[in-house]
C-alpha cells in the first residue's frame, strides 16, 4: 500500500510577504466555488498568507483562464512598475502595488458527449503551462478533467454518500506557497 496523491512538504512555507492571483471559471460554479475556498484557506491558514494580498478573478469558462491569467499578470508588472516609478520609489511600498508571485487557475471541466472536453482540456493545460514559462510567474493547474459529475465533487470534497473524497484545491494553495518561494 502507498499513500496516493501528494505526501506533505518536509519545508514549512511562510508565505506572508506573498500575493496570489486566484482566476477561476464560472462554469460548474458549485464546485469551482469549493475549491476555491479550498485553496484560500490553506493559504491563509497554513501558509500565512495574508487575506488581503489573495486576489480573486472570475471568468467565463476554463477555455478563457490562460488569456485572463496572462493579461492580469501582465497588468500587475506594468501597474507595479508605472506606480512606483510616478511616486518615486525604488521599491514597492503597498502590497497592491507588487506584482503576483504564483497564479492558481481553478475550472472544472466534465465530459460531455460532443469532443468539446477534449479540445478544452488539451488547450487549457497547453496554455496554462505556457503561461507560466513565458512569464516566469507560477501557474498552478487547479483544473479538474473529470469523465463524471461525481469524479468532479469527490475531487473538491463534496463527494455524495460516505467518501466526501479530497478537496484538491488545498494542494493547489499548498503548491502556489511552494512555487513562489521555489529559488
Ligand atoms: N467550461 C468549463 O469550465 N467546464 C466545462 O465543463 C465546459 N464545458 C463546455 C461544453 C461545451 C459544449 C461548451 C460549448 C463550452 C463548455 N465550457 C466549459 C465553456 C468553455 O470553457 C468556454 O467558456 C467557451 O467555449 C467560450 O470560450
Not at 34 to 46: F, Y
Not at 50 to 73: H, M, Q
Amino acid at each position: 500500500m502507498f499513500e496516493k496523491g501528494v505526501a506533505s512538504s518536509t519545508q514549512s512555507h511562510d508565505g506572508s510577504h506573498l500575493r496570489v492571483l486566484i482566476v477561476h471559471a464560472r462554469w460548474n460554479k458549485e464546485i469551482v466555488d469549493g475549491l476555491v475556498e479550498g485553496a484560500r484557506t490553506t493559504m491563509i491558514s497554513k501558509h500565512n498568507v495574508k487575506p488581503e494580498n489573495i486576489v480573486t478573478k472570475e471568468v467565463s469558462g476554463s477555455y478563457e483562464l490562460p488569456f485572463a491569467a496572462k493579461r492580469l499578470i501582465s497588468n500587475s508588472q506594468v501597474q507595479s512598475v508605472t506606480n512606483n516609478d510616478l511616486l518615486g520609489n525604488d521599491s514597492p511600498s503597498e502590497d497592491t502595488d507588487r506584482p503576483f508571485d504564483a497564479v492558481i487557475c481553478i475550472g472544472v471541466l466534465i465530459k460531455g458527449s460532443t469532443m468539446h472536453f477534449e479540445y478544452i482540456c488539451e488547450a487549457v493545460s497547453q496554455g496554462l503551462m505556457r503561461v507560466g514559462l513565458d512569464t516566469g510567474v507560477p501557474v498552478i493547474f487547479g483544473v479538474l478533467t473529470c469523465l463524471n459529475d461525481e469524479q468532479a465533487l469527490q475531487r473538491a470534497g463534496m463527494g455524495k454518500g460516505g467518501d466526501k473524497g479530497h478537496n484538491h484545491g488545498e494542494d493547489w494553495g499548498t503548491a502556489a506557497v511552494e512555487m513562489a518561494l521555489l529559488k
